[in-house]
């Protein structure tokens, strides 16, 4: 049996990096410390 394809990601366009104000990002690294977040969860909430 052969093993199913993987998903790959292919990125064509140049992206502009987003920028975060200080406050911004507090709020963020506040989140990752509610009982039951992670970081890459936060992180993935906010497309980061």
Do not use: C, D, F
């Not at 975060?20 to 993935?44: D, F, H, I, N």
């Amino acid at each position: 049996m052969s093993k199913p394809i993987e998903r790959v990601e292919i990125i064509t366009g140049i992206q502009r990096r987003r920028r975060y104000t200080a406050a911004e990002k507090v709020r963020l690294v506040e989140q990752t410390m509610q009982p039951g977040m992670t970081v890459s969860e936060v992180a993935r909430l906010h497309g980061v």
